[in-house]
Every structure is written in structure tokens, then in C-alpha cells.
């Protein structure tokens, strides 16, 4: 099946460090990454959409310089927290979507917990 | 226009029984709707999923059942186990180049041994 991969898993940092959490496909090219935030007991919040080798798509209300994604390659996609404060302690979720399996379907990744101190 | 709810936010069931949880959307554009399950702390894996011209798709112990004119769906968990336990979010997306999803406010089901 779709494998997406997350590092870290966990990460602790203190207030004004950048933070970078890397989403990867491991076995399947994926055009399109998302990336989600999840508080706990919610739903998971859509922050953007990147496409491989184009700028990212923000949801309204996320910051494009607080939140930086990357998608250099079609199995590698990281969003970096910069100057991370405690309200950016989070639960952050990436998905892929194989596009040569038809498209329609999002594989996530496990997630990677972020603590700022 | 573009939500959709889901309910019960909470679910019990005794093990062996049947859990059942409703989806409701508002968008007719919708044309793809999956079910994820999600246990604490890990991401959410694909359950099953369904189109709307398809009424009922079963795979194991779950089954899709999808009514297009009450623009309602289900998700039911047959003989459902303490395995079970976790949260279930329905989710829906429109055609189209990003395939964004929708989610709903998920249910945690807790199934008794």
C-alpha cells in the first residue's frame, strides 16, 4: 500500500526556533502534499497544499511566513515552523496524493508532535 | 456549503454489536467520500470509501452506505471489536486538480469488551 513517512515524530524546542518537519512518499510519486494541524479531540485543519516544484496554497488565516513549505521533489514535501511559540505546539499531520493510483485518495503520514517551551 | 457534519461526537458499543455513524453534506459537487480512523497520537488511515453512484460498499466489517437525494452517508462497523476503539472522521472532496478534503468533526467510538 501508499506509504507517506513523517520526521520527527516528536520534537520539543524552545520559543523563537524554526522547526523543520519533513513529509515523505516512500513508495509512489506524489504531485500534491497536504498539510494539517490538529489540536486535540478536533478534526484535522487543512493549512495548504503544495504542489511539486510551485508555490504552496495557503487556507485563510495561516501564515505563509510563520508556516514555510517546500516541495522540491515528488516524494519529499517539509513545513517549517519559523520562530515557533508555544501556541504553535501542535499536532501536525502531512498527506500525499497518489496521483498514478487514480488521485482521489490522501495517505497520511503519522504525524509529528510539536512542544515549544 | 462547503461542510460536513458528522455525528455522534461520542459512540459506545458493546463488543459484538454494530457501530453506526452518520455523515451529512451540503455540497452537491462532493464526488468522492472516504472514512479514516485515527487512533491517539498516530495520523489517520483510510478505511473505505465510496462514490456517489454507487449506494452501499462493504469491505470486511465496514460498510459505506450512501444516500445521494438526503445527501447522507454512514459508516457502519459490524461485530465491532475493542480493536475498534478510535476516532473516525468522514471526509469529502470535490473533482479537480487539488482533491482537498473536507473533514467532519470525527466520533469517538469506544467499543466495551
Known amino acids: 500500500g501508499a506509504v507517506v513517512s513523517q520526521h520527527p515524530s516528536r520534537v520539543i524546542c524552545k520559543s523563537g526556533t524554526s522547526v523543520k518537519i519533513e513529509c515523505r512518499s516512500l513508495d509512489f510519486q506524489a504531485t500534491t502534499m497536504f498539510w494539517y494541524r490538529q489540536f486535540p479531540k478536533q478534526s484535522l485543519m487543512l493549512m495548504a497544499t503544495s504542489n511539486e516544484g510551485s508555490k504552496a496554497t495557503y487556507e485563510q488565516g495561516v501564515e505563509k511566513d510563520k508556516f514555510l513549505i517546500n516541495h522540491a521533489s515528488l516524494t519529499l514535501s517539509t513545513l517549517t515552523v519559523t520562530s515557533a511559540h508555544p501556541e504553535d505546539s501542535s499536532f501536525y499531520i502531512c498527506?500525499?496524493?497518489?496521483?498514478?493510483?487514480?488521485?482521489?485518495?490522501?495517505?497520511f503520514g503519522p504525524g509529528t508532535r510539536l512542544t515549544v517551551l | 456549503q462547503q461542510q460536513v457534519k458528522q455525528s455522534p461526537q461520542s459512540l459506545i458499543v458493546q463488543k459484538g454489536g454494530i457501530s453506526i455513524i452518520n455523515c451529512a453534506y451540503e455540497?452537491?459537487?462532493?464526488?468522492?467520500f472516504p472514512w479514516y480512523q485515527q487512533f491517539p497520537g498516530k495520523g489517520p488511515a483510510l478505511l473505505i470509501a465510496?462514490?456517489?453512484?454507487?449506494s452501499e460498499k462493504k469491505e470486511g466489517r465496514f460498510t459505506i452506505s450512501f444516500n445521494k437525494s438526503a445527501k447522507q452517508f454512514s459508516l457502519h462497523i459490524m461485530d465491532s471489536q475493542p480493536g475498534d476503539s478510535a476516532t473516525y472522521f468522514c471526509?469529502?472532496?470535490?473533482?479537480?486538480?487539488?482533491?482537498?478534503?473536507?473533514f467532519g468533526s470525527g466520533t469517538q467510538l469506544t467499543v466495551l469488551p
Open positions: 498527506s500525499a496524493r497518489d496521483f498514478e493510483r487514480g488521485g482521489d485518495t490522501q495517505y
Open positions: 455540497n452537491t459537487a462532493f464526488d468522492y
Open positions: 465510496i462514490r456517489p453512484d454507487v
Open positions: 471526509a469529502a472532496s470535490l473533482s479537480g486538480s487539488a482533491r482537498q478534503l473536507t
